[in-house]
């Protein structure tokens, strides 16, 4: 059959757009397949929550990420951070706990690492003192220890200034700090986007990783008389055992702060890591965390 050169064009115009209808429909069909297999961000009790990637800074999720809010003694991860960032620091050069330290619990009623007045602790059993019973009197030490100044007091203003610094060197807007341990005096603040960050700089240090993924130690301390004793010291962190991948971070809490949690996990090489703030309770921060982790490996 001769069709001809007009005929030719006509049939190829034909099966272009057949072609071309084709690859629509099965566009349509391959898009619809990948939005059905998206997961669904997740519903948070929390007022305030963030995640990201930790190894490309991604955000993976945010609610009221950028909102102010109390921290509670999640504050102390940037306690640690200061310490640890110290030019030339010698984890092993000890801290003689004073009467002022526990004085501050008492007084406070705060969470405590139970020092002992007199004892001689290393600066690295403070970092563990200070991140799993969330101890006071550890943060109390180590912004005494890491500050500048011939009183206590300037001491600490000149810790708790570095902290601010530092924030400020992270490119961060809405934090402030105006305490060492995060039982503040109404200028003691953060985000969920904001605390991530401070979390994700302080994992970058070897020994800060090694301290938050740590459930329970014990501890070799020297007494005032130069003998020893024992300090055991339990992660207020019920994620780490209780979910798979789990490295850190910390909890905090507090009247207005409610129940917060910075939390990280690793799976097949992805870690990621965030934030949840004022939550309603223990139970809802970490049920919290656990799906937003959930939801970032997902992504």
């Known amino acids: 059959m001769n069709i001809g050169i007009k005929g030719i064009s006509r049939v190829s115009a034909t099966a272009t757009v057949a072609l071309t209808a084709g690859a629509v429909i099965a566009g349509g069909a391959f898009a619809s397949q990948a939005q059905a297999a998206a997961p669904k961000p997740p ?20 609610k009221a990420a950028d909102t102010r809010r109390s921290t509670g003694s999640t504050t102390k991860i940037m306690t640690a951070r200061v310490v640890l ?30 020092l002992i007045v007199g004892d001689k602790v290393t600066v690295r059993q403070l970092l563990y003192g200070l ?24 001491r600490v203003k000149s810790f708790i200034g570095k902290m601010n610094s530092t924030a400020k060197t992270l490119g961060l807007k809405n934090t402030h700090f105006d305490s060492f341990d995060g039982i503040g005096n109404g200028s003691n603040y953060s985000t969920p986007k904001d605390l991530t960050k401070i979390a994700s700089s302080a994992m970058k240090y070897s ?18 008389s130069g003998g020893y004793r024992y300090m055991s010291w339990t992660n207020t962190n019920k994620l780490l055992g209780s979910y798979s991948g789990a490295i850190g971070v910390k909890t905090g809490s507090g009247p207005s702060a409610k129940y917060c949690l910075v939390f990280a996990a690793t799976r097949k090489g992805k870690t990621v890591i965030g934030t949840v703030l004022t939550a309603t309770s223990e139970s809802t921060r970490t049920a919290d965390a656990k799906k937003l982790m959930d939801y970032g490996f997902k992504k």
């Open 43 to 62: 519903t948070i009790v929390a007022k305030g929550g963030y995640v990201m990637n930790n190894g490309t800074g991604k955000s993976l999720f945010s």
């Open 131 to 154: 991140m799993l019973p969330s101890g006071c009197d550890a943060a109390y030490a180590l912004a005494d220890k890491f500050g500048s100044g011939s009183t206590r007091a300037a």
């Open 207 to 224: 020994t800060f990783r090694s301290v938050v993924k740590t459930k329970s130690t014990k501890q070799k301390v020297t007494t005032k």
């Open 85 to 114: 960032a110290t030019k030339g620091l010698n984890l092993d050069s000890k801290v003689t706990v004073q009467k002022a330290y526990s004085d501050y619990i008492v007084s406070k009623g705060a969470s405590s690492a139970r």
